[in-house]
């Protein structure tokens, strides 16, 4: 009998894909204590100590979990305290993190043991392919009961190059209303020339951005101050006054929060609009300006908006609906100063005057807060790094040893010539809901 020729490569890959297989089993079983804590953390409210707005925020600063991630982390962390099956596989390390966050946007006590089956025989793919088609399936259910006008929404967001990207699903009436606005806007535009043609894409979005402009200067909107709806673009005295030809060497401008823009735009931009001088030091902080007053002058809270880009608490991420704070009260002889003042948001804001907490500008400048019992915040992570020469992953054999981890635990039973029946498997999650619902007319 020939003897089986040995392959090196073929055995480190099989090594590895053991060992990683593994340690993915032990990282499921230590999310599932994780958000097992978590839950308990956030049901007792404990982030309140440090004035937080929520317990995302509190994952944010002390984790280094981005607020979306960390507000996923929550929804699963409460949704599994009513699903015993999912949690008992996950804290097993049987079923991945992916699986349960796309099982619990859809699952219930009537639908868990299905769901735990797809899980157990399918990738995640296939479960979160499940889910989808299944909320999408429910979606078209309540738009059929509930009118299509349920659905509209409006989503933005600054594409990689600057622009603004708009997605709307507005209901007929209103994308009628839209589209004749549009085209009113775009027939309203200077004759296009052949040298000048542009796409009526182009147009149209020129056209939407004299709409919203036209809408702001109406009399009809109510605004408290006028830069309310000021577009506020950051550009330097030698960029106004630099010409086309050296624009290459202008310095960067841009819009506050936003993307950059060309120097040509800036001093196009400000051919017709107010300017208003602001001097920064060497480290770039805004130097005061304005008169001594109770009410903050509006080029005083632009400087102040420069320089601090939001709530300054710590852990807060709050960049709009700020105010300007006395760090000492106007009362007790607190000057209206960039020096003496701090942004802080609605919720902070009235933690410092109401709820205990007290801000102090230290040396250079730098601001402190602490919470009533006087115990300092820091604005930094709470996390500690792994001692140098120790292995990061022994105890955590250590500590779920008793659930037998090996290799093959979380690796699931999908036979990769299968192919799954989508439309049969939305029909056995929705019989469970009909029969939930069912139950729940009964009662």
């Known amino acids: 009998m020939a003897a089986v020729r040995s392959n090196p490569a073929r055995d480190r890959a099989e ?45 944010n600063l002390k984790c280094g979990i981005g607020l979306n991630a960390a507000r996923e982390k929550i929804r699963v962390a409460n949704a599994l305290a009513g699903l015993p099956l999912i949690a008992k596989a996950f804290a097993e390390g049987r079923v991945s993190y992916s699986k349960v966050r ?20 399918g990738t995640a793919h296939h479960v979160e392919k499940l889910v989808r088609l299944y909320r999408r399936e429910c979606r078209l259910r309540a738009a059929q009961k509930e009118g299509p006008n349920s659905s ?19 209901s007929p009436e209103q994308g009628a209303l839209v589209l004749k606005a549009l085209d009113a806007a775009v027939e309203q535009q200077p004759d296009v020339t052949a040298e000048t043609r542009e796409t009526i894409s182009a147009r149209r979005a020129d056209a939407l951005a ?8 109406s009399e009809n909107v109510a605004c408290n101050t006028a830069d309310r709806h000021q577009v506020v673009v950051h550009v330097t005295a030698e960029t106004l006054s630099t010409s086309i030809a050296d624009d290459v060497t202008a310095e ?21 609009a107010s300017l208003v001088r602001l001097v920064k030091d060497q480290k770039g902080e805004p130097l005061s300006i304005g008169r001594k007053s109770r009410t903050i002058p509006p080029p005083m809270r632009r400087a102040l908006i420069a320089r601090d880009k939001g709530c300054r608490f710590p852990g807060c991420t709050h960049t709009r609906f700020v105010d300007g704070h006395h ?27 109401e709820g205990g907490f007290t801000c102090t500008r230290r040396f250079r400048g730098n601001v402190e807060f602490r919470d009533p019992e006087g115990v300092l915040l820091r604005n930094e992570p709470a996390l500690r790094p792994v001692p140098r020469g120790e292995d990061p992953t022994a105890w955590l054999r250590h500590r779920f040893e008793r659930l ?19 439309d049969l498997a939305v029909f056995h999650l929705d019989d469970a809901d009909r029969r939930r619902r069912e139950n729940d007319l009964r009662v």
Request: proline residues 1%; charged residues 25%; negative net charge.
């Open 102 to 121: 796309a099982m619990t946007r859809v699952a219930a006590p009537e639908n868990e043991e299905y769901l735990m089956m797809i899980a157990k025989h």
């Open 15 to 59: 090594a590895l894909a053991r060992e990683l297989t593994e340690l993915c089993s032990y990282r499921y079983a230590l999310e599932a204590r994780f958000l097992t804590l978590l839950r308990e953390f956030d049901t007792d409210r404990c982030w309140e100590r440090l004035g937080l707005h929520s317990c995302a925020h509190w994952l």
């Open 252 to 272: 960067t401008s841009h819009v506050e929060d936003g993307p950059g823009v060309t120097a040509e735009m800036s001093r196009r931009i400000a051919c017709d």
């Open 327 to 353: 760090i000492e009260h106007w009362a007790n002889g607190g000057e209206t100063s960039l020096e003496n003042l701090v942004l802080l948001c609605r919720h902070h804001h009235r933690l410092v005057h």
């Open 404 to 422: 037998g981890i090996d290799d093959d635990t979380c690796v699931s039973q999908w036979y990769a010539g299968d192919r799954m029946d989508w």
């Open 152 to 170: 509209r929404a409006l989503h933005y967001h600054t594409d990689d190059d600057g622009m603004l990207v708009i997605e709307a699903r507005l």
């Open 210 to 217: 004299e709409i919203a402009e036209g809408y702001l200067g």
